[in-house]
């Protein structure tokens, strides 16, 4: 069974930094892409980066050199470190996993968003200002 953990969520300051972990199980971790997406109060969920765990190929949809994924073979997670918090950071934060990702590298991360097969439930995170 494919299980997706978020951890790390919480309060923080604006201004201060945040990892966010994804530990998974139950598939083969090189065989998936996973992406990390938030949800802000009152908005739809939105993708914010994916890495391809084949390669450790990485996406973002704007950096803002704020955003690093990363992931760890061996613990089978994947995380998200978000630097210099904003308020508008708040939101709960959900990772997502698919072992079908396809496409060029112009349509790579488009693909990841709108294909995650597998949730998990998420961790919220509350950025104080």
């Known amino acids: 069974e494919v299980q997706l953990a978020e951890s790390g969520g919480g309060l923080v300051q604006a201004g201060g930094s945040l990892r966010l972990s994804c530990a998974t199980s139950?598939?083969?971790?090189?065989?998936?892409?996973i992406g990390w997406f938030r949800q802000a109060p009152g908005k739809e969920r939105e993708g914010v980066t994916c890495?391809?765990?084949?390669?450790?190929?990485t996406y973002y949809s704007n950096r803002e050199g704020r955003l690093t994924i990363s992931k760890d073979n061996a613990k089978k997670t994947v995380y998200l470190q978000i630097d210099r918090l904003k308020p508008e950071d708040t939101a709960v934060y959900y990772c997502?996993?698919?072992?079908?990702?396809?496409?060029?590298?112009?349509?790579?991360?488009?693909?990841?968003?709108?294909?995650?097969?597998?949730w998990g439930k998420g961790a919220l995170v509350t950025v104080s200002s």
């Open positions: 890495i391809k765990n084949r390669d450790g190929s």
């Open positions: 997502g996993a698919d072992p079908l990702i396809s496409g060029d590298p112009s349509t790579w991360l488009a693909n990841c968003y709108s294909g995650m097969k597998y």
């Open positions: 139950g598939f083969t971790f090189e065989d998936y892409a």
